[in-house]
């Protein structure tokens, strides 16, 4: 039961990821498409997780976790860039 849960789960934040690209590539402008890189990012961890959950393997947690951190932080410097101009002052 738990692996057909785990199939569907997969499918579907597959096509949301999906989605997001078209949204990132069509977007009307530069929030929409900061927005929809941060919906990738979120939708790969979740990918990454169910496959580590899928496998077993507890490494891809680790890797969940890092991604995580530095969708984070490029969140930050692309809204930082978008309203001020740069990002390091």
């Known amino acids: 039961m738990i692996g057909i849960a785990l199939s569907t789960a997969l499918v579907c934040f597959g096509l949301a990821l999906l989605m997001n690209l078209v949204l990132l ?13 941060d919906t990738i990012v979120i939708n790969i961890i979740a990918l990454i997780v169910l496959y580590g959950i899928r496998s077993g393997n507890g490494l891809n947690f ?9 969708g ?9 860039y978008m309203l001020r101009g740069d990002v390091i002052e």
């Open 25 to 37: 590539w069509r977007g009307p402008d530069l929030p929409d498409r900061i927005l929809a890189v």
């Open 62 to 70: 680790e890797a969940a976790m890092l991604l995580a951190m530095t």
């Open 72 to 80: 984070f932080v490029s969140t930050v410097a692309f809204c930082r």
